[in-house]
């Protein structure tokens, strides 16, 4: 049976044909515009109809795309964990943000380097007091010299005049702190940071890729040695004074290679590590600890090892999307989306819109039973993780989602243990069981898989391991198998297995 068309363009009693028609009387310069309207008006049709399939395929892809959430509290391991991912199974993606972390990790060094010039100056001025008729009796004075007359303040630290040349020489580094957290992060303000913070979706990495590109094209091979250092150490001005000061913030690398015997010296001086356990400071414990590394990373030739680049620290404001395709393993060219949330208080709040589109969820729990949360110094660490992971299993939206627990931390967990600290302490309901990483760890996995059973809304299977996601090595073998399950679980809510 014959089709006839809808509308006929020649059908001379058609309205809308005949509003179509060109004016009778058109001459041939309109008729020419009328016809590069149309030629542009069909051009913009075109491109308005391939965006629509461009988005539609992107639209496609990403519903097949595999989906994972990281959650946990601030410092719980997050965003070492989506290194470790990286790092794993794709490297090449991996490898192209090298140049930006490398600047990361001279940002932590730096930090390490000011707690202590704190802790050192804490010391100090905690140590001073002021001479009087029985002490000058007793002979007591300033680092071991017998005072002469009565109101003279002293310290009576073990510090000496030594620590505080050093101290001023390293004073240089505080103005590249400055500087390069101003340009990770341009909207802080006054307020400080513990950490080194940068703003979801700021383009943090490419900012830091630029610096790291242009001050290597100032490194030279040989050690420099900034102006303000050498007339500090000549009894000169103040150190980070002088006009080579706006070119040296630039330039970590730099002013990190001058000040590299400093900071190897007084950080492994007997003194100093005595004024540290005194204050009970334990910088070993900070996220981005790199002190023990200070000679390499403060080389001037300096490229950062893939441990370097997992053990960085840098705390994300908002929610990131990270998009990568597998490049190895099961399934190659599958892409996956990790989305890595803050973990403060402040913002969980934002974590809900994610949990009606995710395959599964890794959520780190650190084994930190002996430390309270920096937002709120009266809640337990732990205790707090354990809260949040009951909320996160009783959600209905997460009910066909896998979780999957990642007990992290364990090299501090063993430390800790080791210094003798007891967890009855902080956590009354351990009771007299032996205070070793194994009944320990026993305990609270004990305690996160039975919340995992009774606030579950439809029984689900209970996926956990023990990790230090700061260890590339273990990491590499446990995200392997948590891939696997990942995949197995995507394809078969697809119904493919």
């Known amino acids: 049976m014959a089709t006839r068309a809808f509308w006929n363009n020649n059908d001379p009693d058609d309205p809308l044909s005949k509003a179509l028609q060109p004016p009778f009387d058109e001459s041939p310069e309109e008729r020419a515009i009328r016809l590069r309207q149309l030629e542009e008006a069909v051009r913009v049709s075109k491109e308005i109809d391939d965006e629509i399939a461009h988005d539609r395929k992107a639209y496609e892809r990403r519903k097949r795309a595999i989906k994972i959430l990281l959650l946990g509290q601030a410092e719980s391991g997050k965003s070492t964990t989506l290194k470790n991912f990286q790092l794993q199974f794709s490297p090449q993606h991996f490898a192209k943000e090298r140049a930006a972390w490398k600047t990361i990790i001279q940002l932590n060094l730096i930090r390490c380097v000011k707690r202590l010039l704190e802790v050192l100056q804490d010391e100090w001025e905690s140590s001073l007091q002021t001479t009087t008729a029985s002490s000058i009796a007793k002979g007591k004075g300033v680092a071991g010299r017998t005072p002469t007359s009565p109101g003279v303040r002293f310290s009576t630290s073990p510090l000496n005049d030594h620590h505080r040349r050093i101290r001023t020489r390293l004073s240089a580094l505080l103005p590249i702190e400055d500087e390069l957290t101003r340009k990770l992060l341009p909207d ?256 609270f996995r004990d305690k996160f898989r039975g919340y995992h059973k009774r606030h579950s809304p439809k029984p689900r299977p209970f996926y956990w391991h023990e990790t230090s996601v700061i260890d590339t090595r273990s990491t590499a073998a446990i995200l392997v198998g948590v891939r696997e399950g990942i995949l197995r679980a995507h394809l078969q809510s697809v119904n493919v297995i």
């Open 188 to 443: 802080a303000g006054a307020t400080p940071h513990r950490d080194v913070c940068v703003r979801a979706g700021s383009g943090w990495k490419g900012v830091l890729a630029a610096l790291s590109a242009n001050t290597s094209t100032l490194d030279g091979p040989r050690m420099p040695q900034p102006p303000q250092l050498v007339s500090a150490m000549k009894g000169g001005s103040r150190p980070g004074t002088g006009n080579s000061q706006l070119k040296d913030k630039d330039n970590p690398s730099a002013v990190l290679a001058a000040c590299k015997d400093d900071i190897v010296t007084i950080w492994e001086d007997t003194v100093v590590q005595a004024v540290l356990k005194r204050h009970n400071v334990r910088l070993q414990d900070m996220p981005g600890f790199f002190l023990n590394d200070a000679a390499r990373v403060a080389a001037i030739n300096y490229e950062p090892t893939d441990d370097d680049i997992v053990r960085a620290r840098v705390r994300t404001l908002g929610v990131e999307e990270h998009h990568f395709t597998m490049e190895n393993g099961a399934l190659p060219g599958t892409e996956w989306y990790i989305y890595d949330v803050g973990g403060s208080r402040s913002v969980r709040q934002h974590w809900v819109p994610y949990f009606d589109d995710v395959q599964a969820i890794i959520f780190l729990a650190p084994l930190a039973f002996n430390l309270t949360l920096e937002e709120d110094p009266k809640v337990n660490r732990l205790e707090d993780s354990i809260t949040l992971w009951r909320e996160v299993c009783q959600s209905a939206l997460l009910a066909k989602t896998t979780l999957i627990l990642f007990l992290n931390k364990m090299d501090i967990l063993q430390a800790t243990l080791a210094a003798g600290i007891r967890v009855i302490k902080y956590v009354p309901s351990y009771g007299d069981q032996p205070n070793d990483v194994q009944h320990v760890t026993k305990y």
